[in-house]
């Protein structure tokens, strides 16, 4: 459940739109629309996109059918997968783009891993994040995208992908409550804008991802958590 705190804004409409930043990450939980936010918005602001590459990782279906045996290779593999990928592209500058906009925030490897891992495989691989994450850039505004998981669920069945119609809401619910314990104890590290979704349908109503763009450029944030609900 979210819980406002803080700073709330309020949201509107405007028509011109300023680049604030070098780096945006757009996160959530799994169905929430964040690959579909962040490729409608470097198509729209001529930005430079990362995208997860999930979906040739041959753990990942093995995961969803026996958790427990798959659990530690698939974490590993994406910590390696997502590494590298965010180390390449963000030290590769593209002079004809403007800024850059990625589907997820490298810490999510952590939250996930917590959600799946058994304690002592949990430590030794928070060991192995921790070396490699402080050579990473940080987002200068990490956005979340928060949805029910009722609707996260929705969604995952209207998408198809075989693999994942075996995903139940008690392992959103983990992965949710990873993410709201992320936020509550990095907001004095971080920009972090919230955005409750709940009541938008940003990826098929335009006027409602005009609002979410809105949200994320128009809006001067501080460090922190900052709310919106749409």
């Given at each position: ?201 940003f990826v098929n109503n335009y006027q409602d991802y005009a609002k ?19």
């Amino acid at each position: 459940m979210l819980v406002k705190r803080k700073k709330v804004f309020n949201s509107g409409m405007r028509k011109s739109h300023k680049m604030k930043y070098n780096y945006i990450a757009i996160e959530g939980n799994i169905g929430s629309g964040k690959t579909s936010l962040a490729t409608r918005i470097a198509d729209q602001f001529n930005a430079k996109l990362v995208l997860e590459q999930f979906a040739d990782n041959p753990f990942l279906p093995k995961f969803y059918k026996s958790p427990q045996k798959y659990a530690f290779p698939l974490e590993l593999s994406f910590l390696a997968e997502r590494f590298q990928q965010l180390k390449d592209e963000l030290s590769r500058q593209e002079l004809f783009k403007d800024f850059t906009v990625a589907d997820y925030f490298f810490y999510k490897t952590v939250i996930f891993a917590k959600s799946t891992l058994p304690a002592d495989e949990f430590n030794l691989f928070s060991k192995l994040f921790n070396i490699i994450n402080a050579a990473l850039p940080k987002p200068d505004l990490l956005v979340f995208l928060h949805l029910r998981t009722e609707k996260l669920l929705e969604n995952i069945r209207q998408r198809g992908r075989a693999y994942e119609q075996t995903i139940e809401q008690d392992y959103l619910d983990k992965i949710q409550n990873g993410y709201m314990h992320f936020i509550k104890y990095n907001q004095q590290k971080s920009k972090i804008l919230i955005l409750d979704t709940n009541n938008i349908d940003f990826v098929n109503n335009y006027q409602d991802y005009a609002k979410v763009v809105d949200c994320i450029f128009e809006n001067k944030y501080e460090t922190g958590e900052n709310i919106i609900k749409l």
